[in-house]
């Protein structure tokens, strides 16, 4: 699958992440437990990119390999499938994914006071780096989506070849 320190170094980065998420959503949870008048909620600095503006979040996602392919999992329920986006780098073995859930309740809701808010709406961006050596086959890529679970599912290649950068649709099927 991937040489021993590659994947040293990937399963620790997905700690120092998870600890770090951890570490700021206590610290979230604590300042949006605050009540705040919907119309000045603006969405977290936290999640944006170094793009500015608009504002960007990032859905929780599960990476597993197996022998025939990666499959990438991405909690985003209420998720406009057809904004869903996936580009490829150059060197294949990198994913960038961006796709919109929209809150169409909100201007519907006027003025109300939050006691709790933690789903995030709008754009997302998300990149995605597999292991070292990884060689993707995209035209094979299939989605699918269930109970607010994304699918991704990427066939391996059989033998290296020369890749280019593309964007790529992919339907989605409902299960």
């Keep these: 699958m991937s040489d021993p320190i590659s994947k040293l170094y990937f399963e620790l980065m997905k700690r120092l ?12 949870r604590r300042y949006l437990s605050l009540p705040v008048a919907a119309n000045q909620i603006e969405i977290d600095p936290l999640f944006s990119t170094s793009r500015g503006s608009p504002q960007y979040w990032r859905p929780p996602t599960d990476i597993f390999e197996t022998e025939e392919e990666f499959l990438i999992h991405l ?4 998720l406009d499938q057809d904004s869903l986006k996936i580009y490829q780098s ?9 796709g ?4 169409e309740s909100r201007e ?5 006071w939050y ?3 933690e789903i995030y709406y709008g754009p997302f961006e998300l ?3 597999l292991p070292s050596g990884a060689q993707l086959e995209l035209d094979g890529i299939s989605a699918s989506y269930r109970n607010g679970i994304l699918i991704l599912r990427i066939p391996k290649r059989k033998q290296a070849k020369e890749q280019e950068e593309r ?3 992919i339907p989605i099927e409902d299960e």
């Design 167 to 169: 964007a790529l649709t």
């Design 17 to 28: 992440e998870g600890e770090m998420e951890e570490a700021f959503g206590r610290m979230w």
């Design 90 to 98: 150059l060197e294949g073995r990198r994913l960038w994914l961006q």
């Design 108 to 112: 519907a809701r006027g003025q109300a």
């Design 115 to 117: 006691h709790q808010l």
């Design 100 to 103: 919109e859930r929209r809150d």
């Design 127 to 129: 990149p995605i780096a």
């Design 75 to 78: 909690e985003i329920a209420s």
